[in-house]
Structure formats: C-alpha cells, structure tokens
C-alpha cells in the first residue's frame, strides 16, 4: 500500500508541474534551505530567516546576562551553560530578579486579609524590618510583590499596586499624576504582572 501512495503523490506532483509550469527552483536542491522562485535571485527560505533571528536574539541576551553578572559580582565564564540553549527575554528576567535586593511591596492585615500600605524600596529585607519595628505597621505581614533593582519598574509598580488597592495607610499617591515620567513609568515591563 506504501508503494502505491508513493506512486500516486509522484504522479500528483508530476501532473502539477506540468499544469504550472514547473518554475519553482530550489538551491542546492533543497527546497528548505534556499528558495529561487524567479531562478534568478538566492532567497532564504522563511523557517531558517527565523532560525537565524532566534539565535541573534539569543547571543544577545546571553550577552546582557553576562553584563548583569558582572555588575553584581560574579564571573559569567564560571557559569556552565548548555551551548544549545537559547535565551529569551524571560530567562533575563529571572536572572535579574535573582539578584534583585529592592523592589515592590504590600502590608497585608492578617486578619482581614485587605491590603494596607504598597511601597518600593532598594533593599526589601531592611524595609521589612523597619515595618516590623514600626508601631503602626508591626501588626500586618510583609509581602514581596515584585523583586527588581530597576528604578522605574518599581515606580511604575508601585502606583499600579496603590491604584488596585487603594491602601488606607497610604498617605500620597506614589506617582503625582501631573509627573511627566508617568506613562514611562507605567508601560516598564514587569508593572502589569
């Protein structure tokens, strides 16, 4: 039965290239490779243009990898990597809030479970206990909403979590809506998680 499937899609093939002319070219004889519709022109076939797109965008997010390591102290040539990987944005992301000592925060009431007080700071584990030594905040749990060093991120972070709360400890908004950073602030990845 193989045989005669094999012998019908030859036959199919053959028909059409009869009916259509028969122009399509292939380079090299691979039609994944290298296209030449006009058979006078090299063009690259679309799946390795996006093979190729991939692996720049790899290369360069490894290489902001390594510049993150750097900064925060350690060798990325000590650090095994899988030579077949490819990064994506995301792996910098995690990699980032790995090393990240700031970001966004809640004060939720245990009790109630409602969000009191949002904020931003650039070394969460510190304003953690300074909300635990506080009167008026001791009582309520500390939470850690988003872990990142980027100074706009937490901004931007911070007003969503104040606007979706809308905490009753919070004594200003965190971003004056008259701040002409405000919509830089807002559109930071990581704001919108």
């Known amino acids: 039965m193989n045989y005669l499937v094999r012998k019908l899609c030859v036959g199919v093939l ?3 290239g009869l009916l259509c002319g028969a122009n399509a070219n292939y380079v090299n004889g691979n039609p994944l490779s290298r296209v030449d519709p006009s058979g006078l022109i090299e063009e690259r076939a679309p799946a390795e243009e996006f093979r190729e797109n ?3 965008e790899s290369r360069f997010v490894e290489e902001r990898m390594n510049d993150l390591m750097r900064v925060n102290g350690q060798d990325p040539t000590n650090v095994f990597r899988d030579p077949n990987q490819r990064y994506t944005e995301r792996d910098y ?3 980032e809030q790995s090393y990240a000592k700031g970001g966004t925060y809640m004060l939720r009431d245990p009790m109630t479970g409602r969000v009191m007080r949002t904020g931003r700071t650039n070394n969460l584990a510190r304003r953690k206990g300074e909300h635990g030594r506080a009167e008026c905040t001791a009582d309520y749990e500390f939470e850690v ?3 990142t060093n980027d100074y706009a991120t937490q901004r931007g972070r911070e007003q969503t979590l104040h606007d979706l709360y809308n905490p009753p400890l919070n004594k200003v908004r965190p971003i004056n809506p008259s701040n002409t950073n405000l919509l830089q602030y807002l559109i930071q990845p990581g704001v919108l998680k």
């Open 14 to 16: 053959l028909l059409m």
């Open 93 to 95: 992301e995690r990699l």
């Open 145 to 147: 909403d988003l872990q």
């Open 54 to 56: 991939q692996e720049i």
